[in-house]
């Protein structure tokens, strides 16, 4: 299975981007989806995360100004990012993970947002 991230673009303070990442096949959908972003010289962090009952959780620097949404039947997350600042500069990562007994943990390639002040 492949996660296949869109959406990355560079734009200006204040601007929006909706980002896209959905899987190559269906899977189980008992699992989470989110976003984490990494900027140079930084960890990788936690965005926002969605379960497959919809229940969302955001880093407390996205809150209000970014929101996590799925399609279950598309094994699809977007992520849409408003109001966005130059701190918000990163590579944005997709992830599909999923506990238990038929656990699986799935990372994409990574796409870049740069916003510009």
């Known amino acids: 299975l492949q996660l296949v991230e869109s959406g990355g673009d560079l734009v200006q303070t204040g601007g929006s981007l909706r980002l896209s990442c959905a899987a190559s096949?269906?899977?189980?959908?008992?699992?989470?989806m989110g976003w984490y972003r990494q900027a140079p010289g930084k960890q990788r962090e936690l965005v926002a995360t969605?379960?497959?009952?919809?229940?969302?959780n955001y880093a407390d620097s996205v809150e209000g100004r970014f929101t996590i949404s799925r399609d279950n039947a598309k094994t699809t997350v977007y992520l849409q990012m408003n109001s966005l600042k130059p701190d918000d500069t990163a590579v944005y990562y997709c992830?599909?993970?999923?506990?238990?007994?038929?656990?699986?943990?799935?990372w994409g390639q990574g796409t870049q947002v740069t916003v510009s002040s």
């Open positions: 096949k269906s899977i189980s959908s008992i699992n989470t």
């Open positions: 969605v379960s497959s009952g919809g229940r969302a």
């Open positions: 992830r599909l993970r999923a506990t238990g007994l038929y656990a699986y943990d799935y």
